[in-house]
Structures are given as structure tokens and as C-alpha cells.
């Protein structure tokens, strides 16, 4: 029996695929480099196999038609255990939806305090219809004097550490939880660009902090490349990845796959 183009394989049904001995498998990382993931599968991909990789601003999908008896769990524990436990999902997916899901699955809502994000997370969390049920609202504080007068963060703490810094944003994200009674907060602030960087704080420098209710708040620092959209939309995709990861460990004891490390503090190494 011949074997039908690649493409066709895909867009077959399951049945029709064992007929081939094919297996399709499909997936997401997110903050991991194309040529880092085609070196990676290099070595693991037979003559027969065949691999699609797209990338956008923070994320790869991937799908892998494989003809030599590939197994996807072990594919997958193979990524995880090469680029971190919680880099890959299953399928094709967004930051968003992830974040969503967890937050449903969770019963959580969360609320949001952005500043050089200027709204990119709240406006994609509330892209899909039935976001009320995770998303309770949120602020954009891009003027330092919003960021005092709205969520009461003193001034002189403004002036002595800087507006984009672990203790702003910490009490950010804080503030946000008493007004809202949310589960779960996000700050952001940071220097988009394509001007106002400095040398101690280039274009690109975000920090990020996640607050759950009645628990801690962590933050951490990222620097992001890319031009202003993008770093933008990267910060958004960092803050709903570990927000969900947090909000998993603290409701189930188990991370749901996002950026955080062992010892649930905010990575602060991404170069993207």
C-alpha cells in the first residue's frame, strides 16, 4: 500500500492512519528558540518521520508525522526532561487558553494592574467569550502618578527604586488582590521601547509579579527582545503562564506547565 503525501496523512482520521502504521502528533512550547528545538529533535527523527515547526512571538507549534513507531509520551518526557518539565503542551494551543483553563479548572479569578503592557492582557484574556468567568477586571497604570493615585503605591518608593522594579510591581500585583477579592493578580511593569532604556535598564527590561490570595507575591525581572509589540505581548504571555503554574501548584499540588522552576519563584533568564 502506497504511502499517501504528508500533508494528506495529517488530515486523516485516526483509523485511516493505522492503516499506515502513522502516527500525528502536535504540540506547543513556549519560550524555547526554533534552531534549539530542530537541533533537538535532529537526532531523534527517523528517515521516515517528518516534523512542521512554526514560531510566533513566544511559542512554536509543532506537529511530527512519524512512520517508525514513535511514542509520544516519550516524546514528550524527552522534551520536558531537555528544556524544563514545564515547557511543552500537548496540541496546539495559546498562552491564554492556558491560562484559562487552569483558571476554570481551578475556580479561580484573576485581576490585573499593567503598565507598559497598556492592556495586552486583558484585552486577550477577554477575547474569547466566557473570559467573565476567570478574568474579574483589571487597571492600566502606565503614569507613575496612576500608579499612586489608583493603587496607592507611595511615591517615594516610585522615585527611589523606579517604576520598573520587583518592589513596584510586587505591590502592584498586592493592591490589585485587596480591591478585586481575586484569586490571583498580575503586574507588569517595564520598558517596551523603542526608546526610554538606560544602561542599568535596557529597552526590553519587564518585571513581572504574580500575587495569590492569602499566599505570597513573587516577581521577577526579564529582559525581552524584539520590538515594542513584542515585548509587549511577551511580557503578557510570561505573567499567564506563571500565573496559571501558581495558581496549579497552590490548588492541586502539581504544576500545569508554565515558567516556573522548582522552587516556584518567577524565572528571570529569558533572552527572547
Known amino acids: 500500500m502506497a504511502m499517501p503525501a504528508n500533508n494528506l496523512v495529517q488530515s486523516m482520521p485516526d483509523t485511516q492512519r493505522k492503516k499506515y502504521g502513522v502516527n500525528v502528533y ?9 534552531s534549539a528545538f530542530q537541533l ?17 512571538d513566544s511559542s512554536i507549534r509543532f506537529g511530527i508525522t512519524s512512520c517508525s513507531g514513535m511514542n509520544e509520551e516519550m516524546l514528550f518526557n524527552e522534551i520536558r526532561a531537555h528544556f524544563g518539565r514545564n ?6 494551543v495559546t498562552a491564554p487558553q492556558v491560562f484559562t483553563t487552569v483558571l476554570r479548572e481551578c475556580k479561580t479569578v484573576c485581576a490585573t494592574a499593567e503598565s507598559c503592557t497598556g492592556g495586552q492582557i486583558a484585552q486577550e484574556l477577554t477575547s ?22 489608583l493603587l496607592n503605591i507611595p511615591s517615594d518608593i ?30 507588569v511593569s517595564g520598558i517596551a521601547g523603542p526608546d526610554g532604556g538606560t544602561a542599568e535598564k535596557p529597552v526590553g527590561t519587564v518585571w513581572i509579579a504574580v500575587g495569590l490570595a492569602n499566599g505570597p507575591v513573587y516577581s521577577g525581572r526579564y529582559q525581552f527582545s524584539g520590538t515594542r509589540n513584542e515585548v509587549r505581548k511577551k511580557a503578557a504571555h ?14 492541586t499540588g502539581e504544576a500545569s506547565g508554565s515558567l516556573l522552576g522548582a522552587e516556584y519563584k518567577l524565572d528571570s533568564f529569558y533572552d527572547w
Open 40 to 56: 533537538f529533535l535532529k537526532n531523534r527523527l527517523q528517515a521516515d518521520d517528518s516534523v512542521s515547526v512554526t514560531a510566533n
Open 128 to 149: 474569547s467569550a466566557g473570559s467573565s468567568a476567570v478574568f474579574w477586571g483589571g487597571v492600566v497604570v502606565y503614569a507613575n502618578e496612576a500608579k499612586s493615585t
Open 26 to 34: 502536535s504540540g506547543t512550547l513556549f519560550f524555547i528558540k526554533e
Open 158 to 187: 516610585i522615585q527611589q527604586k523606579g517604576a520598573v522594579s520587583g518592589d513596584v510591581v510586587e505591590l502592584m500585583a498586592k493592591r490589585m488582590l485587596d480591591i478585586s477579592g481575586a484569586g490571583v493578580s498580575m503586574a
Open 238 to 251: 510570561v505573567a499567564m503562564l506563571s500565573a496559571a503554574n501558581l495558581v496549579s501548584i497552590q490548588k
Open 87 to 92: 515547557a511543552v503542551y500537548s496540541g496546539h
